[in-house]
């Protein structure tokens, strides 16, 4: 083999190992992946503005796991302060208060008031009673299935953007 030929498929055999280094295809991201009902995604999508869409869905996730932190750290507790519907309905609405200063999500969002209506009367029913243990932990796995289902709303429309 001529000296120049050899030069030569050296030069290829480099130019083509120093370009295998190179992620010079596209990267295909997945969709975050669904964690099912309810689906707040479809309200949080509404809006135009995805990235504040997106903010809102991550901030309502946020609100849903510390209700769910509060619910479970009482129930804990020798001598629970959360003993009906009612006061964890007041939870939430004073949580709400505190976190979005009086504002609501549901006024911006038309759709996910209705959502998590249905979600929430579906899985807890609508009586404001006592609390058994199993009625408790209802109340912690619903809000913590909310919070997942507005992270994957966050998460799908930061995806999206």
């Not at 479809?42 to 309502?60: C, L, T």
């Not at 006061?87 to 505190?98: C, S």
Request: aromatic share 8%; hydrophobic share 40%.
């Amino acid at each position: 083999m001529k000296p120049n030929v050899c030069f030569l498929l050296m030069a290829a055999m480099l130019a083509a190992a120093g370009l295998s280094q190179f992620d010079l295809l596209p990267t295909i991201t997945p969709p975050p992946e669904n964690p099912g009902e309810p689906d707040l995604l479809a309200a949080f999508r509404e809006s135009d503005a995805h990235n504040e869409a997106s903010q809102d869905a991550q901030r309502f996730a946020e609100l849903c796991d510390s209700i769910a932190a509060v619910i479970e750290y009482d129930a804990a507790r020798s001598q629970p302060q959360l003993r009906s519907g009612v006061q964890l309905e007041n939870l939430r609405m004073i949580a709400r208060e505190t976190q979005l200063s009086g504002g609501s999500y549901a006024a911006k969002y038309p759709r996910l008031g209705g959502e998590i209506k249905t979600y929430l009367d579906a899985r807890l029913g609508v009586d404001g009673g006592g609390l058994s243990d199993d009625r408790r932990r209802n109340w912690i796995n619903a809000y913590r299935q909310l919070a997942k289902s507005a992270r994957y709303a966050a998460e799908y429309l930061r995806w999206k953007s």
